[in-house]
């Protein structure tokens, strides 16, 4: 699977959320290692706290199903430049998913790939649980 598609997957999430508040459409597209793809998008409720990402989405998705090795994810959005994950995303990246490609694609279809840890440098994770 080669990023662009995955990249397009992602657009492609990312015309089904339901941004009900913000209005901010987010699509992620993940790629396993044996190369199946989970997606998911950004759900709004109104009860902030409780809204989920699209990267969270497609991660959980994916866990749910049994994966356990990541290879990348795009994230697509409603923005004009690349949209980054935010921090719980990152977060929920490194432990998850570990150091995989982070595909962030702009509203000219450009990618910008980060690796996850270049992302969120010194990252928390299970070796600084004792």
Same mark, same amino acid.
Do not use: W
């Given at each position: ?18 941004? /009900? ?23 709004? #409720?109104?009860?902030?706290?409780? /809204? ?28 004009? +430049? ?27 279809? #450009? ?5 996850? +840890? ?13």
């Amino acid at each position: 699977m080669d990023y662009l598609s995955l990249a397009k997957q992602a657009v492609e999430a990312k015309s089904k959320a339901l941004p /009900t508040y913000s209005k901010f459409h987010v699509g992620a597209a993940l790629l396993t290692t044996d190369n199946k793809i989970y997606s998911g998008c950004n759900i709004e #409720n109104s009860s902030y706290s409780l /809204t989920i990402c699209a990267e969270r989405t497609a991660i959980f998705k994916a866990i749910s199903e049994g994966e356990r090795k990541f290879k990348a994810i795009a994230i697509a959005a409603d923005a004009e +430049s690349f949209c980054p994950p935010c921090g719980a995303c990152r977060q929920i990246i490194s432990d998850l998913c570990g150091d995989i490609d982070v595909i962030m694609i702009d509203q000219d279809d #450009n990618l910008k790939i980060m690796k996850t +840890s270049e992302l969120l440098p010194l990252a928390f994770g299970d070796k600084d649980l004792v």
